[in-house]
């Protein structure tokens, strides 16, 4: 912004001001047990394979899907709380028609 002879720069906060905003702090400060980690947002730096972060941008990129962070966090989600296959045989040992399987190959190998 340029100035002319008389008059001020007005900064972005001066005029925030004027227009009766208010500067909040960054850090919100609360009590214990008052906020759960999972509502809580944190920035990191990670590395991901360049195929993996494709894969997500990809599932973005169609018609009303989430953002890719948001994707990603939701598959990590799953994984952390067993639901996903991050446990890849926790529900083939609760799957009765797999134990039965097993079984059943076990005796044939012991047969032969």
Do not use: W
């Not at 100035?3 to 972005?12: A, L």
């Not at 990191?44 to 997500?56: G, K, R, S």
């Not at 598959?75 to 926790?90: A, C, D, I, T």
């Amino acid at each position: 912004m340029k100035r002319t002879n008389g008059e001020r720069k007005v900064t972005t906060s001066k005029r925030a001001r004027q227009a009766g905003l208010k500067r909040i702090s960054r850090r919100h400060v609360t009590k214990p047990g008052e906020v759960k980690l999972s509502d809580c947002k944190v920035r990191v730096t990670m590395y991901l394979d360049a195929d993996v972060l494709e894969y997500f941008k990809q599932r973005a990129a169609q018609a009303h899907a989430a953002p890719y962070q948001t994707q990603i966090n939701s598959e990590l989600r799953h994984v952390m709380e067993g639901k996903g296959n991050g446990s890849r045989y926790s529900s083939l040992v609760e799957d009765e028609g797999f134990i039965a399987a097993v079984a059943e190959r076990v005796r044939e190998r012991r047969a032969s």
